[in-house]
T-cell receptor
Framework: DTEVTQTPKHLVMGMTNKKSLKCEQH?????MYWYKQKAKKPPELMFV???????INESVPSRFSPECPNSSLLNLHLHALQPEDSALYLC????????????FGEGSWLTVV | DAKTTQPTSMDCAEGRAANLPCNHS???????VYWYRQIHSQGPQYIIH???NNETNEMASLIITEDRKSSTLILPHATLRDTAVYYC??????????????FGTGTRLQVFP
């Protein structure tokens, strides 16, 4: 089973709203990732968690707040977003050791109005 | 991070082999070559990866040149469902808590009947 589950699949939110994207995996992976993908562009790395600790933040604005409550869950809290933040948000996970495959979820489509 | 160069787009007739090239002339000795594909509106799907030797799985074959400066992904019998953007990615050396995938622009493969 190589499944990474993301919810919701679609989210529309106003610029003053607070919402969250959720990601879950049950593969025992200890690294989890958030990527952002704009239309017709490649995915861009946002955050990496390793053993439930934030290890990489690719200079992401503070209106995006990641959280890793346990080794199976990864959240992305959204607050005061801008319309240009509308994108596909992808979660991924990987096991231990160099060369281990990174598996992606199907993504959450976010529209900020 | 080692950069990759791929053609922007390619066409392939259904049933024929699709050969997707990738140049990674600055690859380091301990960096893997990964291939992912992304079908429209879905999350990236892992295809195959390799270090030095050629690799084959149920989806594709990966041919890496002896000097490791380029590789070719081969889909032996392309189908319409293989129409997607294919990403060749060089995975940076793993240092503590910094494992990640950096996507380039990819090749848009169009399989036609």
């Amino acid at each position: 089973d190589t499944e990474v589950t993301q919810t919701p699949k679609h989210l529309v939110m106003g610029m003053t709203n607070k919402k969250s994207l959720k990601c879950e995996q049950h593969m025992g992976h200890r690294a989890m990732y958030w990527y952002k993908q704009k239309a017709k562009k490649p995915p861009e790395l946002m955050f990496v968690y390793s053993y439930e600790k934030l290890s990489i933040n690719e200079s992401v604005p503070s209106r995006f707040s990641p959280e890793c409550p346990n080794s199976s869950l990864l959240n992305l809290h959204l607050h005061a977003l801008q319309p240009e933040d509308s994108a596909l948000y992808l979660c991924a996970s990987s096991g231990e050791g160099f060369g281990n495959t990174i598996y992606f979820g199907e993504g959450s489509w976010l529209t900020v109005v | 991070d080692a950069k990759t160069t791929q053609p922007t787009s390619m066409d392939c007739a259904e049933g024929r082999a699709a050969n997707l090239p990738c140049n990674h002339s600055t690859i380091s000795g301990n960096e893997y070559v990964y291939w992912y594909r992304q079908i429209h509106s879905q999350g990236p799907q892992y295809i195959i990866h390799g270090l030095k030797n050629n690799e084959t799985n149920e989806m594709a074959s990966l041919i890496i040149t002896e000097d490791r400066k380029s590789s070719t992904l081969i889909l032996p019998h392309a189908t319409l469902r293989d129409t997607a953007v294919y990403y060749c990615i060089v995975r940076p050396p793993l240092t503590y808590n910094t494992d990640k995938l950096i996507f380039g622009t990819g090749t848009r493969l169009q399989v036609f009947p």
